[in-house]
C-alpha cells in the first residue's frame, strides 16, 4: 500500500483549486473561521454556508428570505461586521444556533474554505477538532493525499495555523498506516510540539486579538476537546 502524502500549504493564496479534485483538503483558520464553525455545529447548527465577503453573505440572507432560521455572522480584519453577529467561536454560540443556518464571512477562513472547494473532501479543521478529522478522513479515504491548507492572514503567513496543521500531521502518523511527510509537513510537525496557547497567543494574530478576545484564544487552543466534525458537502459545512 503506498504511504498516503500530507503536504501544509501555508496561505491561502498558494492553493490551486484546479489541482484538488483527487485530494482531501483540511481547511485551517485557528483565530477563529474553522474554530468558530466547529463550535456553531457543535451547539446544534444545521449548516454552515461560508461567503466571500460580506456582501455575498448579505445577498444569501436576502435570497433566503424574512421567515428563514438564519444567523448572519461575520468580521473583516478582525472588526465584527455591522448587523452580523460576532465571528468568534463562543460569542457566536451564545446567540442560539440549534437548527440555524449561519451565514458566515471572514476576512480569510471562509476564502479559504472557498477555495478549498474543489477538493475531493474538505474539512473545517481547528486544534479542538484535529484528531476526529483526522481520524474521520482516515476511514472514509485511507490512502488519499491529503492537503493542509493555512488560511494566513491577508497574504501572510500565520503561526497558530501552521502550528494546527502539525497537531493534524501528528494525528496523520498516529492514526494511519503510513504518511509520507512533505518538507513543509515535516517542520509543521515539530512547531506543534511548543505549548498550544502560549503560542497562539504570542502569534501575530494572537497579539492583535488578545485584548478583547483572550478568553476565546484559550478556548481555540484546547486541542482534541471537540468530536465535531465539519465536512463541506456542497456549498454548505455540516456535521461529518
Known amino acids: 500500500m503506498p504511504d498516503r502524502k500530507v503536504h501544509v500549504v501555508l496561505r491561502k493564496e498558494d492553493v490551486y483549486p484546479e489541482r484538488l479534485a483527487d485530494k482531501i483538503v483540511m481547511v485551517i483558520d485557528t483565530l477563529f473561521a474553522t474554530t468558530t464553525i466547529v463550535t456553531a455545529l457543535a451547539h446544534g447548527a444545521r449548516q454552515v454556508l461560508p461567503a466571500l465577503?460580506?456582501?455575498?453573505?448579505?445577498?444569501?440572507?436576502?435570497a433566503a428570505g424574512a421567515g428563514a432560521e438564519l444567523v448572519l455572522a461575520g468580521e473583516l480584519n478582525g472588526e465584527t461586521l455591522p448587523g452580523f453577529a460576532h465571528a468568534t467561536p463562543q460569542a457566536l454560540s451564545a446567540s442560539g444556533l440549534q437548527g440555524k443556518t449561519v451565514v458566515y464571512s471572514t476576512t480569510n477562513g471562509t476564502i479559504a474554505l472557498?477555495?478549498?472547494?474543489?477538493?475531493?473532501?474538505?474539512?473545517?479543521?481547528?486544534?479542538?477538532?484535529?484528531r476526529a478529522t483526522v481520524a474521520d478522513a482516515s476511514a472514509r479515504q485511507p490512502d488519499?493525499?491529503?492537503?493542509?491548507?493555512?488560511?494566513g492572514s491577508a497574504g501572510a503567513f500565520n503561526l497558530e495555523d501552521f502550528f494546527t496543521a502539525g497537531i493534524l500531521v501528528g494525528h496523520f502518523?498516529?492514526?494511519?498506516?503510513?504518511?509520507?511527510?512533505?518538507?513543509?509537513?515535516?517542520a509543521a510537525l515539530r512547531c506543534s510540539h511548543a505549548e498550544p496557547i502560549p503560542t497562539l497567543l504570542q502569534s501575530r494574530t494572537g497579539r492583535r486579538l488578545a485584548g478583547r478576545w483572550r478568553h476565546e484564544i484559550e478556548y481555540a487552543g484546547q486541542i482534541d476537546s471537540e468530536n465535531t466534525?465539519?465536512?463541506?458537502?456542497?456549498?454548505?459545512?455540516?456535521?461529518?
Open 229 to 240: 466534525v465539519a465536512r463541506l458537502i456542497g456549498p454548505a459545512l455540516v456535521r461529518g
Open 144 to 151: 488519499r493525499s491529503v492537503i493542509l491548507l493555512c488560511a
Open 53 to 62: 465577503n460580506h456582501n455575498e453573505a448579505r445577498n444569501i440572507a436576502q
Open 173 to 186: 502518523l498516529t492514526l494511519s498506516d503510513a504518511a509520507s511527510l512533505s518538507d513543509s509537513a515535516q
Open 114 to 130: 472557498r477555495r478549498a472547494q474543489t477538493g475531493h473532501a474538505v474539512y473545517a479543521a481547528c486544534l479542538r477538532n484535529a
